[in-house]
């Protein structure tokens, strides 16, 4: 018997197939190894929750510098570093989480620079309905639609918001658990 590397490459690629095969032996087998992997990591769930808490306070401790300035997602968006975009148009983009919590993790984001949902004015109504139904197209896409799926804004410290670039999380392909804070 073959023994699998447990690393978050594995996982990526593991998800990927998992997304491609639906079959709920594969389903189990994911999950069955993001549990391992948060194991072998000797990460608790509450510990990843943690790391996220602290990015985001070490982010908002700078906020007030680099607001509104090109973000991580700018350098997606122009195209000087790479993602794996699985749509684009006029107003957004979107593309697979490097880090993804699900099997199906897609972030999807304003080409424009919008900080975070309460930093939107009234003028960008078009834009954010426009990101609500590329999610939805997104989930089509995917296959992830008849099962359903979790759609996630972060905003502010206590959202845990770490780039402040307005995003989406798509998120499904697996049971998601409630709640989710």
């Known amino acids: 018997m073959q023994v699998l590397p447990r690393s978050a490459l594995f996982l990526r690629r593991f998800s990927a197939l998992a ?29 990843v929750k943690s790391d996220e808490a602290e990015k985001a306070k070490t982010t ?9 300035q090109p973000t991580i997602f700018s350098k997606i968006i122009d195209k000087s570093i790479p993602a794996d975009i699985v749509y684009e148009d006029d ?7 490097l880090q993804p919590t699900a099997p199906v993790h897609i972030l999807v984001i304003p080409k424009k620079i919008i900080p975070g949902i309460s930093y939107a004015d009234p003028d960008d109504q078009q834009v954010l309905g426009h990101l609500l139904l590329v999610a939805k197209k997104v989930a089509e896409q995917q296959n ?31 049971q998601l658990n409630w709640p989710a804070g």
Request: proline share 1%; aromatic share 6%; hydrophobic share 35%.
């Open 19 to 47: 997304t491609i095969r639906r079959t709920p032996v594969v389903h189990k087998l994911v999950e069955k190894t993001n549990h391992l992997l948060v194991s072998d990591n000797v990460r608790s769930y509450a510990s």
């Open 60 to 68: 908002a401790a700078t906020l007030k510098d680099t607001i509104g």
């Open 91 to 97: 107003l957004c983009l979107a593309f697979k989480d």
């Open 144 to 174: 992830i639609s008849k099962d359903g799926y979790r759609i996630v804004i972060n905003n502010g410290m206590h959202g845990c918001q770490s780039i402040y670039h307005l995003h989406l999380h798509l998120i499904g392909g697996r």
